[in-house]
């Protein structure tokens, strides 16, 4: 996950986003590529008798299709989160949906769950609400970033 972390005049600020390597365009050369090899393969073995592996290249095609656009809508995705000036304000993109959340930082706490094989699991939460953070972190940094989160909320007047 490309992630930027900055601590400024008191206020942190934590930028994550999904790890997008290929981008846009060498993600779409990729899929157009598995699927004129998919239908060729099927072609080929149309042309010797075998016609029923046909349809299944093109379902294979559509396949690839659907997940080029899901991985697309969420190329894009962001997690945004500050702390400081007497707030925590979260806002985060996934897929074409945008939330922004604000807290009272004197409300404000970070809560990790522990999950199977040892993965974690950060949530912030505040009256009532929760919203889950460094979901694009290794799971093995999410515990660092719980506890930065944690130190910084208290000294900025949090029981964290």
């Known amino acids: 996950m490309p992630c930027s972390l900055a601590i400024e005049n008191g206020v942190l600020t934590a930028m994550g986003r999904p790890n997008d390597a290929l981008g846009r365009q060498g993600r779409m050369r990729i899929m157009v590529f598995l699927a004129v090899f998919a239908l060729l393969v099927g072609t080929a073995w149309t042309a ?39 707030r925590v304000a979260v806002d985060l993109r996934r897929g074409m949906r945008i939330e922004r959340h604000a807290f009272q930082i004197p409300w404000t706490r970070v809560v990790t769950e522990q999950e199977e094989a040892g993965r974690c699991r950060v949530r912030l939460q505040s009256a009532g ?19 930065l989160l944690r130190r910084h909320l208290l000294a900025s007047g949090s029981p964290a």
């Open 48 to 86: 010797i008798g075998a016609w029923p592996v046909l349809p299944f290249a093109g379902l294979e095609a559509l396949c690839l299709a659907g997940a080029w656009m899901y991985i697309s809508w969420h190329a894009d995705d962001y997690e945004y989160v500050v702390i400081g000036e007497g």
């Open 129 to 147: 609400r929760d919203v889950e953070v460094g979901v694009w972190l290794p799971p093995d940094r999410r515990g660092e970033f719980a506890d």
